[in-house]
């Protein structure tokens, strides 16, 4: 691969981030889930402003880009548990550095 073909593999990789985080609600639920799982109760009620249907949306969306892992608990009653990986987690580190700006200057 040259130079501009790696820099084209970069930039569309770059894309596809700025694509993920600048879709509403996605920063605020990676930021709910960095210190511990959440229920999906849970999550909704650190963003009540965040509809349910929306909710699922975003998740959902999350799951499929290997951001967040959903874990289904057999335990009665059966509920799901939301986690971040360690690419949701990675993510969540460099949205910190954001956070960060919006004390400093927001």
């Known amino acids: ?3 501009l073909q790696q820099e084209e593999v970069v930039c569309n990789k770059i894309e596809v981030a700025y694509q993920i985080i600048e879709k509403k609600w ?5 930021n709910s ?10 999550i909704n009620s650190v963003i009540p402003e965040l509809s349910k249907r929306m909710l699922t949306e975003r998740l959902k969306e999350l799951e499929d880009y290997g951001i ?8 009665r009653p059966i509920r799901s548990e939301y986690s971040l990986t360690t690419k949701g987690h990675d993510l969540g580190v460099a949205l910190q550095a954001v956070e960060s700006w919006a004390k400093k200057w927001g």
Do not use: A, Q, T, Y
């Not at 996605?26 to 990676?30: N, S, T």
């Not at 967040?68 to 335990?75: A, G, T």
């Open 1 to 3: 691969m040259n130079e």
């Open 26 to 30: 996605v920063c605020l639920i990676i």
């Open 68 to 75: 967040v892992l959903r874990n289904v608990i057999s335990d």
């Open 33 to 42: 889930l960095m210190d511990m799982p959440k229920r999906f109760s849970e």
